[in-house]
């Protein structure tokens, strides 16, 4: 017989008791590393209400190819050495048909990566897992990517293109690490509590 009075995810009530570690203030950085351009958004999530610290653009596309990993390393650097993140979440590398432009991502990814310090936890998400956790479609254009990020964020004008994928990310980790806290909280509840 299951622990759980329904079977329906809709009547599920989570425990009661201490609010668990996870859903603790936490500061996330969201990156979107690309080859010109690197977006990046900062923001502090806590019991479900998220708050905006920074968010930009690393532009890098007038510098030669070489000097442009350098300056993605040194700028994600300076933002991390200012903000101090807790967690990083960053978008994973999309394989189009150009394997030229994946080589190029794959290197900007990378040098994003290098600039975080040891001991920061990296956690990585598909295109499509950060549009569903948003706009409830996988497929969803980036305009209804943007939209959403400055609905649930309350913001007053729409962030650039670059930033809203990066907060886009960082919305999508708060979400998930809520959700994987109460999923394990659920789990460790003792058994004769639902009845």
């Not at 479609?137 to 650039?160: D, I, T």
């Amino acid at each position: 017989m299951s622990r759980y009075r329904t079977r329906s995810w809709r009547a599920f009530e989570a425990p009661v008791g201490p609010r668990p570690l996870g859903t603790a203030q936490v500061r996330i950085l969201g990156l979107d590393p690309g080859s010109r351009r690197t977006g990046f958004g900062l923001i502090d999530s806590r019991s479900g209400s998220m708050t905006v610290i920074t968010q930009g653009c690393l532009d890098v596309s007038r510098a030669e190819p070489a000097r442009r990993l350098r300056m993605i390393f040194e700028g994600l650097q300076r933002l991390l050495a200012e903000h101090g993140p807790a967690e990083v979440a960053i978008e994973r590398v999309f394989v189009s048909r150009n394997p030229d432009s994946a080589l190029k991502l794959g290197q900007a990814r990378g040098a994003a990566l290098c600039a975080i310090p040891a001991g920061v936890p990296v956690f990585e998400y598909a295109p499509r897992a950060i549009k569903l956790a948003l706009v409830g479609s996988g497929a969803a254009e980036k305009l209804q990517v943007a939209h959403m990020v400055r609905a649930l964020l309350a913001l007053q004008e729409r962030p650039g293109a670059d930033a809203a994928d990066a907060l886009a990310v960082a919305i999508c980790h708060a979400h998930a690490r809520v959700l994987r806290v109460l999923t394990d909280t659920a789990l460790l509840a003792p058994a004769g509590r639902a009845g």
